[in-house]
């Protein structure tokens, strides 16, 4: 049986701010335009949260049952290191998705919007599906796919619109400065690991792509993000600029990425890139209040 450590090292934490980041800024743009609601606030916190549990714990299940973490590099995998029965950690990410159901459920109840059902079955489905199932799209290079709309799109237009009951411009260009940022988690992540999952037949974005090409990626994605910024304090709100200073702290983590770093260097890079999104989310997402 895994300790609490382990437990939690499974869980990724260092993904959480993917979780934070896109709720942050939707609640930001809630209050900016007065439909600030603390509860759908928080059971949006709560969804999100509890599917981003739920997919490291269903990535850390069947990838383990492939055989796909055998050779991995980064931080201690529960299934592939035998850390834990395969069944229990299937078993934590079941019960992350039932509690993230259980909170939409909560949302649906606040908005009478009975069809968020669908938006949240369909989180749930491509969470499990990312690396799960017979023929994951997270082995075909469609990972970032998933995330920037899952941990970009759906939480921050869904976080202002369980407040707001309405999506506007504003709301969309947000929610694609945060994508682009997650995504850039992922690039980093499926780059350090593109040895072994090129052995594992893991054939993920960065692996199709090669070592060079995924580092111009990272560096596109981490410009996308700063550009929505710009987009958003020329057409929504000019306090939007000030999320510009946080890409001070994207400096550390491009470096190390178009350096060449490879293998356990580039955690530091994945470190430094899940803090970027979290604070670029909550200086967003203060700029977008005093709207």
């Known amino acids: 049986m895994a300790t609490g450590s382990q437990w939690l090292s ?37 969804v999100a949260v509890a599917l981003q549990v739920g997919v490291n714990y269903s990535n850390d299940y069947s990838d383990g049952i492939r055989g796909t973490d055998e050779a991995r590099v980064g931080p201690v995998r529960l299934v592939g290191q035998g850390l834990a029965p395969a069944n229990q950690v299937k078993r934590a990410a079941f019960a992350s998705f039932v509690v993230a159901m259980v909170a939409g459920l909560g949302l649906m109840l606040i908005t009478q919007k009975w069809w ?6 369909a989180c749930v489905a491509a969470a499990w599906l990312y690396t799960g199932g017979k023929h994951p799209y997270g082995y ?3 990972g970032e796919i998933f995330v920037f709309v899952f941990f970009g799109l759906v939480p921050v237009v869904g976080t202002f619109y369980v407040q707001a009951l309405t ?35 893991k054939r ?61 260097d580039l955690i530091a890079a ?5 803090t970027l999104v979290l604070v670029y989310g909550l200086v967003l997402g203060i700029a977008l209040a005093l709207n």
């Open 10 to 46: 499974g869980s990724r934490p260092r993904t959480l701010p993917a979780a934070f980041a896109p709720v942050i800024v939707g609640t930001g743009l809630a209050i900016g335009v007065t439909s600030f609601n603390g509860w759908a606030a928080l059971l949006s916190l709560i």
């Open 167 to 201: 999506v506007n411009a504003g709301s969309v260009i947000a929610a694609c400065g945060v994508g682009f940022l997650s995504c850039a988690i992922l690039v980093t992540n499926n780059l350090r690991d593109i040895p072994g999952d090129t052995e594992s037949g």
């Open 116 to 121: 968020l059902i669908l938006v949240g079955l």
């Open 204 to 264: 993920t974005l960065a692996v199709r792509l090669g070592d060079s090409r995924t580092r111009v990626l990272y560096l596109a994605l981490v410009i996308a993000s700063a550009v929505c910024v710009v987009a958003l304090a020329l057409t929504y709100s000019k306090s939007a600029v000030v999320a510009l200073a946080s890409f001070a702290l994207a400096v550390p983590p491009v470096r190390l990425v178009m350096s060449g770093a490879k293998g356990r």
């Open 270 to 274: 994945l470190k430094g890139t899940g």
């Open 140 to 142: 075909l290079g469609l």
